[in-house]
Nanobody, 124 residues
Framework: QVQLVESGGGLVQAGGSLTLSCAAS????????MAWFRQAPGKEREFAAG????????YYADSVKGRFTISRDNAKNTVYLQMNSLKPEDTAVYYC?????????????????WGQGTQVTVSS
């Protein structure tokens, strides 16, 4: 079972940028589909971005498309989320997740491993 640790969250002004990192343990990281989910206070956890094993395919929620970029470095067992043009509505706890799957999915129930989350707060 892969274990995940997120970092890089913080407080940023609207229009600013942040990069989140997720470090994974385990030798089979390259075989996991990876994703970032987020959960705002009082709301359900939602899919933000996902990436295939090789990084060749990426998927985004409409709310972040064009502003967020997911990437991975399998040699470093790390997945990243570059967030630009941040908005107050992006404020949430961001979670890294891994799925032993052949395809990227936006359903949280398909992801078996989760990090502890990192807080992102965007001020207006």
């Amino acid at each position: 079972q892969v274990q995940l640790v997120e970092s890089g969250g913080g407080l940023v002004q609207a229009g600013g940028s942040l990069t989140l990192s997720c470090a994974a343990s385990g030798r089979t990281f390259s075989r996991y589909v990876m994703a970032w989910f987020r959960q705002a206070p009082g709301k359900e956890r939602e899919f933000a971005a996902g990436i295939s094993w090789t990084g060749g395919s990426t998927y985004y929620a409409d709310s972040v498309k064009g502003r967020f970029t997911i990437s991975r470095d399998n040699a470093k067992n790390t997945v990243y989320l570059q967030m630009n043009s941040l908005k107050p509505e992006d404020t949430a706890v961001y979670y890294c997740a891994a799925a032993d799957s052949a395809v990227v999915a936006n359903r949280a129930t398909l992801y078996r491993a989760w990090g502890q989350g990192t807080q992102v707060t965007v001020s207006s």
